[in-house]
């Protein structure tokens, strides 16, 4: 009997541990009935505070660590969604930012809307600290000032708040700050900026969807191009029958206003804002062929887009040559996924990523390109696996810029020709493992590199032209 009430005890005591460092990192939600036009979700109380920061991450990266109550900032767009793939990973649970639409119904009070300047009053004073009364330049802690119609705190001034949704290349914050007149934290005014940017009055807030989860991932089968760009959007699987799309015949197929335009009239689409979209081949190791005429496009092209699965899929250009057009383009985007994957024949890139976050690309191939093999510019934590380059020709074949954390891994580099096999330019670790590179044929170094930690090891350089030598030191 003592052994059993002692292990109830102990049972006991690790729950409420458990529960309380739980409730130390998780954000108090507010229910918001829907309208219709916005789907009912929940949103947090208050501002994201540092303490929930610091448990969740283990630092805490605000220019005023004044405490755990306060406002967490200095995080930029991508640093937010790392928090929240961490809080989703603790939890169980599908936190996200709350997109533009669902911001604003909930800081003008949802259904209990009185029709507002401010969230919560047409007096500024009674719900927000703005520049006007806070003459110490300093943020507040959270829901120290009157809430809004459904409860809400600090939707109007203390800090800015980040957004999912974009503006062309940048995202979307609301709410004006502690450091900004009136006017700027409306219910009504709106700004913008890059997604890489972090400010000293700038934090977020977090939605819950209704029903502890994600909006239901719908899965599509097509089998043409029409029904293929119909498709298209967040929060969807789509599986593409084996056989090839030539993007052209999709021509005359309705677009989401905004978020799916071709940029090309014979061929090539761009996709801006989506969220958690799967294209992938119906079936298992067979090819479905995505394939556009225009030498100077990009058979897909992603803006502002996050958690993007392409995989099973051929794409590349009926038109080979010189030209300057790529496979894939990816800007401004975070969480991409290739595997599986063929691209041939552009012009300029097999892949382009350009300030994008977190990417991996494994079992994938690049060849007949023939400028580049890819170009990665500004990025953070790109790795590639188990893929093979080759047959690629001219300039310099993997072009890395300003990158950090790059890693290539048991990956195969052969029957190329280009000026540079690898320019690395002011980038910050970069490991390349377990490479073969071969029959590199082209006049100049093959390397370039003036960036600090770009490391090769355990890679094998055979039958490569003019700098053979130069290689060896790199094994």
Not at 171 to 185: I, N, P, T
Not at 323 to 333: A, I, L, M, R
Not at 369 to 386: A, D, H, L, W
Not at 407 to 422: E, H, I, L, P, Q
């Amino acid at each position: 009997m003592r052994k059993t009430a002692l292990y109830l005890m102990i049972a006991t005591a690790t729950f409420t541990a458990k529960a309380q460092q739980q409730k130390a990192f998780e954000p108090e939600m507010v229910s918001v009935q829907g309208n219709g036009k916005v789907h009912s979700f929940n949103i947090g109380k208050y501002e994201v505070t540092q303490g929930q920061w610091k448990a969740v991450m283990g630092d805490n990266p605000s220019s005023y660590k004044i405490g755990d109550n306060y406002p967490v900032t200095n995080v930029s767009w991508y640093d937010v969604q790392k928090f929240i793939k961490k809080l989703n990973a603790l939890t169980g649970k599908k936190y996200r930012l709350p997109t533009e639409a669902e911001w604003t119904y909930a800081a003008k009070g949802g259904n209990k809307s009185k029709g507002y300047a401010y969230s919560g009053s047409n007096n500024i004073e009674d719900v927000a600290w703005y520049s006007g009364n806070s003459s110490n330049s300093v943020l507040r802690p959270v829901g120290k000032k009157a809430p809004n119609e459904l409860g809400i705190y600090d939707m109007s001034g203390n800090v800015w708040e980040w957004c999912q949704d974009n503006e062309d290349t940048n995202r979307v914050f609301r709410g004006g700050s502690w450091k900004e007149d009136a006017l700027y934290c409306s219910v009504e005014h709106r700004n913008y900026n890059s997604p890489k940017s972090i400010y000293y009055n700038l934090g977020f807030r977090l939605v819950l969807p209704e029903g502890n989860g994600s909006p239901s991932v719908l899965t599509i089968s097509v089998s043409n191009v029409k029904e293929f760009i119909t498709a298209l959007g967040s929060d969807r699987i789509i599986e593409l029958k084996p056989g090839k799309y030539r993007l052209i015949d999709g021509l005359g197929a309705p677009l989401i206003p905004e978020k799916v335009w071709w940029t090309s009239n014979e061929g090539g689409l761009a996709l801006s804002g989506f969220s958690n979209l799967t294209i992938r081949s119906a079936k298992s190791r067979k090819f479905a062929e995505l394939i556009i005429n225009d030498p100077y496009a990009y058979v897909l092209s992603f803006v502002n887009c996050n958690n993007i699965v392409i995989e099973g899929i051929k794409a590349g250009h009926s038109v080979k040559g010189y030209c300057e057009g790529g496979v894939f383009g990816f800007w401004n985007s975070t969480g991409i996924t290739i595997n599986q994957t063929a691209m041939y024949g552009c012009g300029a890139e097999g892949l382009l990523f350009r300030d994008v976050e977190d990417v991996t690309v494994t079992n994938s191939s690049i060849y007949e390109c023939s400028y580049q093999i890819m170009t990665v510019y500004e990025c953070r934590n790109i790795s590639f696996e188990n893929c093979i380059f080759h047959n690629n020709k001219e300039y310099d074949l993997v072009q890395i810029y300003r990158v950090q954390n790059l890693s290539f891994a048991d990956c195969t580099f052969k029957d190329n020709r280009g000026f540079k096999m690898f320019k690395a330019l002011e980038s910050k670790v970069a490991v390349l493992r377990s490479l073969f590179i071969g029959n590199h044929t082209e006049r100049g170094e093959s390397i370039e590199n003036n960036s600090p930690n770009v490391s090769f090891f355990d890679c094998t350089f055979k039958n490569n032209a003019e700098d053979h030598d130069r290689f060896k030191k790199y094994k």
